[in-house]
Structure formats: C-alpha cells, structure tokens
C-alpha cells in the first residue's frame, strides 16, 4: 500500500480536487484515479497562514502497479510505502467460564468491555447505578431548569454512557496505539451511529446529541448478543476467598443482594467516591494520584473565531470553517502547571455535580457546535502535598468536595459565576457585560477568589496573563469564569497487576475512575484490554 502526505487543499475544496492532487502526487493522469483505490487517513486543517487557510490530508492508495509507482516516486519525501498493520485478538484461552463476568458502569470503558465480551458470546451482565440515557436526559434537564432536586444516582457523572455522554465528546488521545485498539473504538463508534469522518479527522468529536445514541444502540447489540444490561443498580462490595472473587453485592431500590461471580470489570467512573471508600475499606489495594483543579472560561465563539482564523475570515471563507477550538499550556513561576481542558467549541458550561451540598461544572457540546460561547477548563495541577495527606487514598477526594461545598456556599448552591476582570480585582461582579454566560444550570455571581485556595487562583491568573498573549483578547476582562472545575480525572489508581487485575484475582479495575485513563478513547482502549485478558484466559 502507498501512502501519501502533505496534500494541502483550499477550504471548500472539492472532492475532483482532492482525487486530481493524488493523482498527481502520483505523476499519473486524472483519468486514472478509476484505477485508484484511496481511503482517508487524516485531515487537519491548517490556520497558520490566514490568508490562506488550507486542509491537509494523508491518504491511503491501493494500484495495481504499486511498483513502478514508488519507482517513478521515489525522490519523492510525501510518498512512502506501508504495510497497514490491523487489530488482532490474541489467542482465545481454554478456561472453562462458570459463570458469567459482570461489568460494573457503563461509560466507555465498561460499555467497550461489555460490548466486546458479547461480541466474543461470554453474555455479560453490564450493571449501571443511573438510567437508561433517554431517562437519564430527562433527569438532568429537569435539574437544571429546576424542576427537580439533584438525583445523585444519575446526573452527569453516573447513568448510561458515563459522564462523557454529556461532554463535547472529543475522541482525539495522545496514547500510545501499536496494536490498533484506537482504530477499533473509531470504528465501533461508526458501526453504532457516529459520521465515518470520525476515522480520518484530526480532532474528531461526537457531541452529546450524537453520543446519546450511539451508547444505546451499543447497549442494544450487547442484549442481542445475548448479554445484559441492568440499570438503577449500585455495586456495593463483594466476597473473596483465597484471594479470588466469590461474589459480588449490589443494591437495588433499598434492597440488598448477593450474586456468584468469579470475574469483575470495576470500570468506576471518577466519580464514584462511595464505591472507591467500600473498595478501600475491603482492602482493594490503591494510591493518591495528581490530578488538576480550577475555573471554566467562556468568550464569544465569534471572538476565538477570529483570534484563530482572522478578522476576515466570513469574509474569505464565509461558514465554511467550523467552529475555533484551542489548546494552551503555561508553567507558573512557583512551577505549577496551568492548561486548557476539554475546550467546547460554541458549547455550554454545565452543572455537573453528583452529591448534595457541592457544586462542580464541565464543558458540554452538541454535535453542530453551534452555541454562541466557547468554553474551556483553565486548570492548575496539584498533587498529593496539595491534598492534607500523602498516604491516605482518599484525600484527594476529600479535596474535591472541600473546593465543591466551597463553591455551593458561594452561590447558594448556584454555579458561582464572576467575571474576568472583577476575578483579578477581587471583585464580586453584579451583571454580565458583552459575554453572557451559556450554562445549563442556574448561575449565580461570586467571587471565586474565595472559593478556591489562594495557590490556584494566583496560578490561574498567571495563566490567563500569559494564554493573552497567545490568542489575543483571551483575558478580556468581560469573558465569563465558572466554579469549581475538579473532575478532570480520577483522583486515585485502583492498583492493578500486568493482568489487569487488582489484589484480588478475579477483580479488573479499568478505565479513567480506576486511573488507567484520561478521556473517552482512551477509557474505551482501556476497556478492550481487560475483555483481552479475560478473552485470553477462557472460552466462551
């Protein structure tokens, strides 16, 4: 197979254009492109020259005379030839399964797992403490208008499809892919419903309109192939002996009960402090990790727009780019680092929190991006000394809820809102200026100076002065912050062994709430290595 690079296409650009540059990367003629089988691997688009934006593309080829074509191409530095290497199962093990794997939560890595397992007939039984997503929609939506209190066993964090459901949905991973895990999750998503450009985008996103249903209809092949998926259903423990799982205890409307299982996928959410306190309590083997804390900002997408592609760009390329998005990173004098997280380009601030008494919010796009705000988490690092205690698993989620009930307090159990310029001053806002704040959740003024310690909140302004001098206007003192940005990933690891499994031998932990994670894909990765282990141990 051939590949070929750097094929630079305007904005706008037309299939025949795409296929006429391959051809002539080729050196054959454009009628020839009959002949030529090609398949997208990449585009990206490049904004450096704004005058001049351009789409780039890797592409894939397949001729008959492969040969003579690299011969008559070989000075050339955009042409290489490639052996595509695809996933592959290892060999399937011998042990005879006597009962059936239960996977604990639905989010990425647990649905993956599960998907996988029934895909391979070992008929799992996918347990999930929140709803169904259509219910579970209807849930969250009435929280935020008001018409409900908080259910905090489904919200954002817990119910069908994990917390990512209700996110931007970004699918890009820095992991590390030798053996095609990640090329498995794209196409797993298209096979259930995503747009095929998700296979070759370079930042490819779903939004949570389109992840919706994509979880449901990976729920219902699960069920087709023979599996299970039970919801409103809490894992609470379990029993071992000789160190080996025995069985496991759920919880469902008050009522307590038991059931025989030898093996266990834990793929917690990192939101699940009351499991993570019973598995710690049990003696499930695990550590503090670092993990980073702070606000949301939201400017005009219009402005980030602009910083990103130029004032004229309506006028050159008129709707024909998407929405802006960026990414910033700085260290701080003191040696803190401070980041964008999960940038929602024209997305919504939402309320994200799990347990009464604490407020904490996320960044949520639908599939069109077409909110009038862009949003991102500006976020400081912080570790085990930042926590009160270096050798108690659960500090840093005590950490969490310190920052969480500070903000509640803030805004009487509001999101505290407050606007940049005032954040510097010390300033309580009293009302919005050109930037209004898009959340889903009623939203209150504070001063968020007095919701977080003073080490983050000099940290994040550090941050903004220098990310200003990076996109122009970004510290525009009308743009809009948010609090408390703390879930950005798990604040423990789950120990695990070179077989996935934690001290207990039958028990799995996986994904992002156990700490092998940090996103949808790479929780999804995460996922299809523990089905591996299992597939790689029994038959079905």
């Known amino acids: 197979m051939i590949r070929i690079s750097q094929i630079q296409l305007p904005v706008g650009h037309t299939k025949k254009q795409l296929e006429s540059a391959i051809c002539k990367k080729l050196r054959v003629s454009d009628n020839d492109i009959k002949s030529v089988k090609y398949s997208l691997v990449k585009m990206s688009l490049d904004a450096r020259n704004k005058e ?23 000075k050339s530095k955009t042409i290489s030839q490639i052996s595509e290497k695809k996933y592959q199962l290892p060999k399937q093990g011998s042990e005879k399964m ?16 599960a998907y996988f397992l029934a895909e391979y007939g070992y008929k799992p039984i996918l347990i999930e403490r929140g709803e169904p997503v259509d219910a579970r929609v209807k849930t969250i939506e009435d929280y935020w208008n008001g018409k409900a209190q908080l259910n905090p066993e489904s919200n954002i964090q817990f119910g069908e499809g ?12 820095g992991v590390n892919d030798p053996n095609g895990r990640n090329r498995l999750v794209l196409q797993t998503f298209v096979d259930n419903g995503a747009p095929k450009e ?38 609470i423990g379990f029993s071992s002996s000789g160190g080996a799982l025995d069985s496991i205890k759920l919880e469902s409307n008050s009522h307590e009960y038991e059931v025989d299982c030898n093996n266990v996928i834990l793929a917690l959410g990192h939101s699940a402090r009351d499991t993570f306190k019973a598995l710690y309590e049990a003696d499930i083997k695990m550590e503090q990790k670092a993990f980073a804390v702070g606000i949301r900002i939201e400017h005009l997408q219009e402005k980030i727009n602009k910083a990103q592609y130029g004032d004229n760009y309506k006028k050159l390329y008129g709707t024909m780019l998407p929405a802006a998005d960026y990414k910033l990173n700085m260290h701080t004098e003191a040696g803190r680092s401070v980041y964008s997280f999960c940038m929602c380009p024209g997305g919504y601030v939402v309320n994200s929190s799990s347990e009464q008494g604490g407020i904490c919010v996320n960044g949520m796009s639908y599939s069109g991006r077409s909110g009038k705000n862009a949003n991102a988490a500006i976020i400081v690092s912080v570790t085990p000394d930042d926590f009160g205690s270096t050798d108690y698993p659960l500090a840093g989620i005590e950490f969490q809820r310190e920052l969480e009930a500070s903000a509640a307090q803030a805004a009487n159990g509001k999101i505290p809102v407050q606007l940049l310029g005032d954040f510097m001053d010390g300033v309580k806002s009293t009302r919005f200026r050109s930037v209004k704040s898009n959340a889903k959740g009623d939203v209150e003024f504070a001063d968020l100076n007095d919701v977080l310690p003073d080490v983050i909140t000099e940290s994040i302004k550090e941050g903004l002065k220098h990310f200003d001098g990076v996109i122009k206007g970004f510290a525009d003192p009308d743009a809009v912050l948010s609090a408390v940005e703390s879930r950005t990933s798990s604040p423990i690891r789950i120990l695990r062994n070179s077989h996935f499994e934690s001290n207990i031998r039958g028990i799995f932990p996986c994904g992002e709430g156990a700490g092998y994670a940090g996103g949808i894909t790479s929780a999804a990765m995460d996922g299809i290595k523990v089905f591996e282990e299992i597939y790689s141990r029994y038959k079905a």
């Open 52 to 74: 001049k934006i351009t789409y780039n593309y890797v592409v894939n080829v397949e001729v008959d005379n492969e040969a003579e074509i690299l011969k008559a191409c070989k």
């Open 98 to 113: 006597n009962v059936r794997p239960y996977v604990i939560g639905s989010g990425p890595a647990g649905l993956f797992a």
């Open 162 to 173: 994990g917390a990512g459901t209700f996110s931007d949905g970004k699918l890009n991973t």
């Open 198 to 235: 998700i296979l070759y985008m370079n930042k490819p996103h779903l939004g949570t309109d389109v992840l919706s249903e994509i979880v449901k209809n990976m729920r219902k092949r699960i069920i087709a192939n023979g599996g299970e998926a039970i919801f409103n259903t809490r894992f």
